[in-house]
């Protein structure tokens, strides 16, 4: 009898499925891949995951910091700062574009040396906000974090569900490394995903263009 476990599990898998790339993105994903050494489709499916998991009030920021961005200083300052006003805290610690990143994130990437980042705090929004860069982004907080529990003395390389979910609840979640890391149900659903995404890209041209979801 398959549990109330499985049946949610394969709910968020599915949920997962919904989501599709175009041409441009996966070969964004694969060049990122190949520079930082992870799976391809492990990529994927965290950019798939933390896009079945935005509500409405996080399309909405995402809109209006997009804005920002393109408009002159004095009008993007006070829209920042009403944004702050009705969430009740910093744009920087906001979880922001594609690869949903937090700042905090970001710097630690750029302070371990796993990417070159602008100087400015508002050249870094604009980074985390660049469409174009979320699977570089995705990368390389990967990577840092398979590369930190190596250190530890722990392998997760193989682990697309640990890493899965490492990626969500940060770089060693509340217990730090230790010899036998659990996935959670995030976790095993992005994992599940990235099995299904290399079968079913196996055989699709990379010219056909899906769309972006």
Same mark, same amino acid.
């Given at each position: 009898m398959k549990t109330l476990t499985h049946w949610v599990d394969r709910w968020r898998t599915l949920r997962l499925r919904q989501i599709t790339f175009d041409a441009?993105? #996966?070969r964004d994903i694969q060049s990122a891949a190949e520079q930082y050494q992870i799976p391809s489709a492990l990529i994927a499916s965290i950019l798939?995951?933390? #896009?079945? #998991? %935005?509500?409405?009030?996080?399309r909405v920021q995402d809109k209006v910091l997009r804005l920002s961005l393109k408009l002159p200083t004095g009008v993007a300052g006070p829209l920042v700062a009403a944004v702050e $006003?009705?969430?009740? #805290?910093? @744009?920087d610690t906001f979880? %922001?574009?594609?690869?949903?990143?937090?700042? &905090?994130? %970001?710097? $630690?990437l750029g302070e371990t040396g796993y990417l070159n980042l602008p100087q400015t705090s508002l050249e870094r929004r604009q980074l985390l906000l660049n469409d174009l860069q979320a699977p570089t982004l995705v990368a390389a907080c990967l990577r840092a974090t398979a590369d930190h529990w190596q250190a530890g003395?722990?392998?997760?390389e193989g682990r697309p569900d640990v890493l899965g979910?490492?990626?969500?609840?940060?770089?060693t979640g509340t217990q730090g490394v230790h010899a036998h890391p659990q996935a959670n149900a995030r976790g095993r659903?992005?994992?599940?995903?990235?099995?299904?995404? &290399?079968e079913? &890209?196996?055989? @699709?041209?990379?010219t056909i263009p899906l769309p972006l979801t």
């Open positions: 441009q993105t #996966r798939a995951d933390e #896009r079945v #998991r %935005l509500d409405l009030a996080d $006003r009705v969430c009740g #805290r910093p @744009v979880s %922001l574009g594609r690869a949903q990143m937090k700042t &905090t994130t %970001l710097n $630690r003395g722990v392998n997760i979910t490492l990626y969500s609840i940060g770089l659903a992005i994992a599940a995903h990235a099995a299904w995404f &290399t079913s &890209t196996a055989h @699709v041209p990379r």
